[in-house]
């Protein structure tokens, strides 16, 4: 079910992306301002993360409810506002789907209840339920495109059903479905994944005595699975080697709260039980203190996780409004191109899970951002910067960025980001110190807020250079993205050392 929330919320992101720029137009607006359109729903998630994240210390099945519930009533107000040719109550209803956006949820749900030796495979299966939403949304994007037909709802009035009001009400049917769902089956999950945590940085902390009867107690306990005393062996070398800023000393936590909790020895025999986490209590719960407990590789990863995101929106998000003026392509057309990324990334996300079990996340995640590189530099064109004379671009150029070489850029653009993305959730989450990993300001939080702060940066960033030159909206945003990526990789280079887990 956390998977299908999942799926279900970027199938909803990437459904309304094809037929966007002709939506915006509609109703009476710019082509431009289809990204302010597309990026409402991720800044207003940022303010709905917050909340979802301490709704999250206590339960799961609450706020994932109420996240369906927004995003049907979101979808609703999107689609009707064509009825009332309101832009504003287009903006609405995309910013009620940003509330309900459940991602901060998905995320804490995987690191929270994965054990370690099936992070990566989990956090894969996260990318290719991303993959198939990101697929089937402008899949199905181009089927209601098909569809067209009037309805009357009485004391609303006259509503339409077409290629652009479509989606919302397809998507505001399923969340529906989800959320009865929901109701009626989910359970709530054991936070294995956090004890785990806590129990490797025990193994740390205890003198050379206790930890070697740690490693001998989990060696028996995890008999028949592939996490050993190896695996211990190799949490206290990536701990020891963490650079962590300053934190809150021992004794401070105990003068600052007073919390009941057993012996040492009685949280290494008891480590497969489930946290109890208290808000009230724990110096982790507040910003200031989780800013003190970020380490040098936390950060890495989330700039990496912001560039990654910022990038592709710049694809992704100005697709529709790239095609309509330069190629003069249809809804169908984006949403074909929006359909084969998908359906490439799936196969792509599985060969990683493969690879994961061959080679480390900084591996993988250096390789698939230097796809993506390669991928942006083919959608680069470099007669514009001398010839923007022509409406659409300069076809009679070899060296001009046809509609062939778009596809091409932007599939493999597409892959690589995505790709990456999973092996970059993967290390963050094992680099993360545990005061991270529990409370409100944790790292699912954090990774939600860099991610989707990039996604809505990539969105406005199109509208304003959309409203500089529709023209040469290309350019203006493969160069910037391109930028971020190089950087990413000189970053991973530069810290190679330090991404070790």
Known sequence: LNLLSCFLFMMNNYIIEPSSAYYAEALGSSDALSGIMVGAAPWFAIASAIVYSYWTNHNYKQPILLAGILQFIGNLMYSSAYSYK???????GRAITG????????????????????RTVASASFGLATALGAALGPGM???????????????????????????????ALNWFIFTITILLTFSEPTRSGLDELKQREDVMESPSSKRNALLENNSTSYEGTA???NILDDAVVCLKSTDTLPTTSQNDSEDDCSVSSDTEDDKLTNSGATSKISASCNPSY?????MSHITKPVVICMTLIF?????????????????KNRY???????????????LIVIPVSLLSG????????RFMALCFLVIALGGMTILFDPTDLVNQENYSYNSDDLLSTNSVEYIIGSLISFSGIEACESFVASLISKVIPSALAQGTFNAGLLETLVGTGGRATGDVFITLMGLRSIRGLLNLLIIPGAVLIGTSVLLVLANYEILAV
């Open 328 to 342: 003069g392509w249809r809804i169908k057309n984006v949403g074909t191109l929006h359909l084969v990324n998908g």
């Open 227 to 229: 996490c050993d005393a």
């Open 86 to 92: 309101s832009i504003e109550m287009c903006l609405i």
């Open 141 to 171: 994007a181009i089927i209601l495109d098909r569809i067209e037909f009037e309805f009357y709802i009485p004391l609303v009035g006259e509503h339409y059903f077409n290629g652009m009001t479509g989606p919302g009400y397809f998507m």
């Open 307 to 323: 560039a990654q995101r910022f990038a592709l929106e710049s694809i992704v998000g100005s697709t529709s409004i790239i095609t």
């Open 286 to 290: 507040h910003c200031c203190s989780c």
């Open 354 to 361: 493969y690879l994961s079990t061959f080679y480390e996340d």
């Open 99 to 118: 509330l309900g956006a459940p991602r901060v949820i998905n995320r804490r749900y995987v690191a929270d209840a994965t054990p370690f030796e099936l």
